[in-house]
C-alpha cells in the first residue's frame, strides 16, 4: 500500500471519527483508494467495523452484516432485537466507528438506520458513510423533493461532504514504487495509461511484474 494524499486523508478523518465519535459523509471518485485506505485502517485499529454496502440489502441484512462484524449471534432474532443488540454491544465498546463504505447503494429504509443508529449512539460512537459523488447527489435531490428522512440524515452528516482528493501522478507514482516498478519510462506508461484510476494502476504494475516473471512475454 502506499499512502496517497487521498489515502493519508482517509486515514486521518477515520483516526478523528473514531477518537472524538464523530459522525460524517466522505466522497471520492471510482479509484480513488477510499476502500483499501478503510480496509487497512479496520484491519489495524479494535472496534472498528466496515460494512461495504449492496443493492440487495433490506433492513434486516443490514443489521445481520454489522452484528455479524461485531461478532453478536443474531440466530431467531427479529429485526427490532437486532437493532437493541446492535446498541447494547456498541455501548459496551471503547471508541467505536462503523464504516458504511459504498454508501450510495443502500436504499432508503436502510439508510433510515443511520437516523437510528445516530439517535441512541450520538458522542459515543462514530458513523462515516463513504461512497462516490452520488451520495451527495442523491441526498441533494432527496432534500430539494423533500424525502422523508433525507434532512435528518443531511443534518446529522454535519450538512457536509468530506471530499477526497483526486488521484495525481505523484500518487500514481508512489503505487508503482511501493509495489516494485521503478524504471521512469514504466511509471509514465503507466501515468498515460491509467485514467487516474488506482485500481487499473494496480492492474497495469500486476501485467509488469508478470512481463517480468514470464520473462518479457507480457499480458495484455
Given amino acids: ?3 496517497t494524499r487521498a ?3 482517509m486515514d486521518y ?5 473514531q477518537e472524538d465519535s464523530l459522525v460524517m459523509a466522505v466522497t471520492g471518485d471510482a479509484g480513488s483508494g477510499k476502500t483499501e485506505a478503510i480496509k487497512n485502517y479496520a484491519l489495524t485499529h479494535r472496534n ?8 440487495y440489502w433490506n433492513r434486516r441484512t443490514f443489521m445481520a452484516k454489522l452484528l455479524q462484524a461485531m461478532g453478536v449471534d443474531y440466530t431467531g432474532c427479529t429485526v427490532s432485537d437486532m437493532m437493541d443488540d446492535i446498541i447494547d454491544a456498541l455501548r459496551r465498546k471503547s471508541s467505536p466507528l462503523i464504516v458504511l463504505d459504498e454508501a450510495d447503494k443502500l436504499t432508503d429504509q436502510v439508510l433510515y438506520f443511520f437516523i437510528s443508529l445516530y ?5 459515543h460512537c462514530g458513523i462515516i458513510l463513504c461512497a462516490t459523488g452520488y451520495l451527495e447527489k442523491r441526498i441533494a435531490r432527496g432534500l430539494r423533493m423533500k424525502r422523508k428522512g433525507y434532512e435528518e440524515i443531511f443534518s446529522r452528516m454535519g450538512r457536509k461532504f468530506v471530499k477526497l482528493q483526486v488521484v495525481s501522478e505523484d500518487d500514481i507514482a508512489s503505487v508503482c514504487i511501493a509495489n516494485g516498478v521503478t524504471d521512469a519510462k514504466e ?3 503507466v501515468i498515460d495509461d491509467c485514467e487516474c484510476d488506482l485500481r487499473r494502476v ?3 504494475v500486476w501485467a509488469i511484474l508478470k512481463s517480468r516473471d514470464n520473462d518479457g512475454k507480457g499480458i495484455q
Fill in 1 to 3: 500500500i502506499a499512502e
Fill in 187 to 189: 511509471i509514465s506508461k
Fill in 202 to 204: 494496480k492492474r497495469a
Fill in 7 to 9: 489515502y493519508k486523508r
Fill in 13 to 17: 478523518i477515520l483516526a478523528n471519527a
Fill in 119 to 123: 439517535n441512541q449512539l450520538e458522542d
Fill in 48 to 55: 472498528v467495523y466496515h460494512l461495504c454496502c449492496s443493492e
